[in-house]
């Protein structure tokens, strides 16, 4: 067994979703890193565009970002455009996968990082939307990464920020959201998809090691499963290792400012 | 008689531009390059009744609520960074009264300053439909008079005033930005009157040299102030990199004395020092080289 965190196991298995080629539009933490994870290993042509402007930018390991507008965020990008431009070429069609976290989701996929509780007299304020709910509106697969925990997963969002299949997928082409659909939620327990007729979360495979029984047990509603629930693969060392190089840095590195011409 | 080309002054001088009860755009983004020494002039001058509205903000939403300077936040998200989360004196203030606050999506809110750029009043998107942000703003459906599609309609927004940090100007507002120009463009374009910091304020004839880099022109600014370290403890791209220590700092205090927190933040670094650059001198030289040593490393050669 390995011995990945959680967080290392939905980062490995978010970032194995990426095909090589295609457009990433990545929010910051997790699904960023996954981007750059599957940008080092098995998709080096992935671009990753984050939403400060950056276009194709690399990370240096040990200073990824901590919000996608500053210059960590912009390190050896291929373009620097504006914020507008940015969510523009999505709107247009040009990202292929948008991938994004969650605070709460309900059994649709839709995505409240808003209130928790009534929006006219929340419990609590979450930070909001940023780009998610341009992401989820316009990027042509959306992927949604978070945690497995029953807090998270609701039978129903306090409120939609940002709106996965609504009610089902008639809700949704009849709200008028016709350019891409949800396509998958990766969390450090399973692989989730959407049943094409309901638009209703399903379980298609587990983390290693983790049961059925586990997940349903931390999902705040049943959970539609598939005919044949897959095992996902344990992260490799290559996987593990380079993940944590990206997080920590690597202190036996060429100098930083060297880095920036001899990156892979 | 004065150069109707000159636009330079000081940083009190520029804060007169803004009055009571004006709506504002800060430019930058979240803790990039923020106009964050005009934004400290206007709580020493002590503006009220305010609208501060920016894409995403940082921990001057705060600030300027617990101030007394703004009665109202536009944004699209609030948050110091994914380290910090959301500032907690906002989330007070926002959960005992939610309308304090208006929340747009990102794009939808940009779309807002481009119409606004654009002198049109309004401007469709396929962001926010089927959303619960919709209903909370005064974003309307509608549908497309050629294809019948259904889209969201954003009203134009006009601020009264757009204050916008770059790292040169000359001495008439022809301003550049270096890495990324953010909604910066669109917000000055779209603001009645346009307030420009800069790094430093360069000769007409290094603009001219370098046209290509002019992001916006000198007809839409009313006030170039030159401001070195304008942006800090925000970053400012290629310059100097966030100042992360400074946020540690200002999170636990706040995370432990709630408003109290934030009213000694501001004793301590704006009425305390009494000017930006007395607040640079409290800072120190040594840091504030450590950061500029930081962003060189980030820069591509």
């Known amino acids: 067994m390995s011995d990945a965190t959680p967080v290392e196991l939905m980062t490995i298995a978010g970032s194995r979703l990426l095909r090589d080629g295609r457009v990433v539009f990545a929010g910051v933490g997790a699904p960023l890193e996954a981007s750059v994870l599957a940008k080092r290993l098995h998709a080096p042509g992935l671009t990753i565009v984050l939403e400060g402007g950056s276009i194709g930018p690399r990370m240096l390991p040990g200073r990824l970002p901590v919000s996608t507008n500053e210059m960590r965020a912009a390190h050896h990008a291929s373009m620097l455009t504006s914020i507008n431009d940015l969510f523009l070429y999505g709107q247009r069609g040009h990202y292929d996968y948008g991938f994004i976290g969650a605070g709460q989701l309900d059994q649709y996929g839709n995505v409240n990082t808003s209130f928790i509780g009534d929006p006219d007299r929340p419990k609590v304020r979450l930070p909001g939307s940023g780009g998610a709910n341009d992401i989820v509106s316009s990027c042509r697969e959306v992927m949604i990464m978070t945690r497995h925990e029953p807090r998270r997963f609701v039978e129903r969002v306090d409120f939609i920020t940002s709106p996965g299949y609504l009610t089902g997928p008639e809700a949704r082409r009849s709200a008028g959201l016709v350019r891409n659909r949800p396509v998958a939620v990766v969390t450090d327990l399973a692989l989730l998809g959407f049943d094409e007729e309901t638009g209703r979360l399903r379980l298609d495979a587990l983390q290693p090691g983790v049961t059925q029984q586990q997940v349903q047990a931390n999902t705040g509603f049943e959970l539609l499963v598939s005919d044949a629930i897959d095992e996902l693969a344990p992260p490799t060392q290559q996987e593990l290792q380079e993940l944590r190089r990206l997080r920590d840095g690597d202190p036996t590195d060429v100098p930083e400012t060297r880095k920036v011409t001899s990156a892979p | ?301």
């Open chain 2, 1 to 301: 008689m004065t150069d109707a080309t000159d636009k330079r002054m000081s940083l009190a001088e520029a804060s007169a531009l803004v009055r009571d009860g004006d709506t504002l755009v800060a430019g930058g983004c979240c803790y990039s390059r923020t106009p964050w020494a005009m934004l400290l002039e206007l709580l020493r001058a002590e503006r009220r009744d305010l609208t501060l509205a920016r894409n995403l903000m940082c921990y001057e939403s705060e600030l300027f609520l617990a101030s007394g300077a703004a009665t109202k936040l536009v944004a699209s998200w609030v948050g110091i960074g994914l380290k910090w989360g959301i500032p907690k004196v906002f989330r007070e203030y926002v959960e005992r009264d939610p309308a304090i606050y208006e929340e747009w999506s990102h794009l939808s809110f940009g779309l807002r300053l481009l119409a606004g750029s654009m002198g049109m009043p309004f401007l469709p998107t396929a962001s926010m439909l089927g959303s619960d942000l919709l209903e909370r703003t005064p974003a309307v459906e509608m549908r497309c008079p050629f294809t019948d599609q259904k889209l969201v309609a954003v009203p134009a927004l006009v601020p009264d005033v757009a204050l916008i940090h770059v790292q040169r100007a000359d001495p008439a507002g022809n301003a550049q930005i270096d890495g990324p120009v953010y909604m910066d463009v669109e917000f000055a374009r779209a603001a009645e009157t346009v307030i420009v910091t800069a790094e430093e304020i360069v000769s007409p004839d290094e603009i001219v040299r370098t046209a290509d880099r002019t992001a916006i022109p000198g007809f839409v600014v009313d006030a170039v102030v030159e401001v070195p370290f304008g942006s800090y403890p925000h970053e400012c791209h290629g310059r100097y990199e966030a100042d992360f220590d400074h946020f540690d700092a200002y999170a636990e205090l706040v995370e432990r004395d709630g408003v109290e927190g934030v009213q000694a933040y501001l004793r301590e670094n704006v009425d305390g020092p009494g000017s930006f650059a007395g607040f640079l001198d409290k800072v120190g030289a040594t840091r504030l080289l450590e950061q500029t040593r930081r962003a060189r490393e980030l820069v591509a050669a």
